[in-house]
């Protein structure tokens, strides 16, 4: 199935949930530190040769639908709307539009229409959370220094 924008799953079943969990305990196991490994499809005999980070990908899937969670594959070229854009970062589309406007995060208009590409906002979302991060640790220092008990 070719992944032009993006694909999202429908939430995954209990029965799906049980069989994601033991898959990826099973398939941790097996890889380990593994530089290459090789799939094999018991039903049609069949060895599959995929790249290790593809692997790993699945892995990360696994994990995910294991805990109940949907998962969406997006392409890192992938345009989003802000719509898109916004729910990804979890905020309002306003609030999105506020911050592409004030040159935060890159985007060109389609039309009338913004677009933002997928890269920039895992690097904007990067940032803020390195920002956060260090806010974080800051305070606690802070707390540390104040002997606040914490």
């Known amino acids: 199935m070719a992944l032009t924008r993006h694909q999202i799953m429908e939430s995954p079943s209990?029965?799906?949930?049980?069989m994601a969990a033991?898959?990826?305990r099973q398939l941790a196991t097996t890889l380990g530190d593994?530089?290459?490994?090789?799939?094999?499809?018991?039903?049609?005999?069949l060895e599959l040769k995929l790249p290790m980070s593809a692997i790993r990908m699945l892995l990360q899937i696994l994990d995910q639908m294991a805990q109940g969670n949907t998962v969406s594959l997006v392409p890192i070229h992938?345009?989003?709307?802000?719509?898109?854009?916004?729910?990804?970062?979890?905020?309002?589309?306003?609030?999105?539009?506020?911050?592409l406007?004030?040159?935060?995060?890159?985007?060109h208009k389609v039309g009338v229409r913004r677009r933002v590409q997928?890269?920039?906002?895992?690097?904007?979302?990067?940032k803020s959370l390195n920002q956060s991060?260090?806010?974080?640790?800051?305070?606690?220092?802070?707390?540390q220094d104040l002997d606040m008990g914490y």
């Open 118 to 126: 997928f890269k920039d906002l895992m690097a904007y979302r990067e």
């Open 34 to 45: 593994r530089q290459e490994a090789n799939l094999l499809l018991v039903e049609q005999n």
């Open 14 to 18: 209990e029965h799906d949930m049980e």
């Open 78 to 99: 992938a345009e989003l709307t802000t719509q898109e854009a916004a729910n990804f970062l979890n905020v309002s589309r306003p609030y999105l539009v506020k911050i």
């Open 101 to 107: 406007e004030d040159g935060k995060i890159p985007f």
């Open 133 to 143: 991060q260090d806010a974080l640790d800051k305070l606690a220092e802070q707390a």
């Open 22 to 24: 033991l898959g990826s």
